[in-house]
């Protein structure tokens, strides 16, 4: 652990035996935490910085898509909502398939980054 991690530890242990932490909004309720399992570990702070300021690539807005359609049909109970579900599911699969197959950037992404860089 570095010096900093250790000195944000100790501060946040005596936060919580001052009592700081309680009675804290939501206190008891999970955290609703964004699901970054899909972007490597590596690129996790440069997705999250991205995100928030609403310039995701088409890439990963897709494979984001696509989990939450995986968890759809993992979790459907009715045949006709899970046969949609599958296949809404294989036309994002084929769409990353095809983004994947093009390393170049999208028009529009590029036009968004730019927009952002300049102020805009």
Same mark, same amino acid.
């Given at each position: ?6 000195? /944000?530890?100790?501060?946040? =242990?005596?936060?919580?035996? &001052?009592? $700081?932490?309680?009675? +804290?909004?939501? #206190?008891? !309720?999970? +955290? /609703? +935490?964004?699901?970054?399992? *899909? ?13 928030? &300021?609403? %310039? ?10 696509? &989990?939450?359609? =995986?968890?759809? $049909? /993992? &979790?459907?109970?009715? @045949?006709?909502?899970? !046969? =949609?579900?599958?296949?809404? *599911?294989?036309?994002?699969? #084929?769409? *990353?398939?095809?983004?994947? #197959?093009?390393?170049? %950037?999208?028009?529009?992404?590029? @036009? !968004?980054? $730019? ?6």
């Amino acid at each position: 652990m570095s010096a900093l991690d250790l000195i /944000a530890e100790e501060k946040i =242990r005596d936060a919580i035996r &001052a009592g $700081v932490f309680n009675d +804290l909004p939501g #206190a008891g !309720r999970p +955290l /609703a +935490l964004d699901d970054d399992t *899909l972007i490597p570990e590596e690129l996790r702070i440069a997705y999250r910085i991205l995100n928030n &300021a609403g %310039c995701l690539p088409p890439e990963i807005e897709t494979r984001k898509e696509a &989990a939450t359609l =995986r968890k759809l $049909v /993992a &979790a459907a109970t009715d @045949d006709a909502a899970r !046969r =949609r579900a599958l296949a809404k *599911l294989a036309l994002i699969e #084929a769409r *990353l398939a095809a983004q994947h #197959a093009s390393l170049s %950037c999208t028009s529009d992404y590029f @036009d !968004r980054i $730019v927009q952002r860089f300049e102020g805009g």
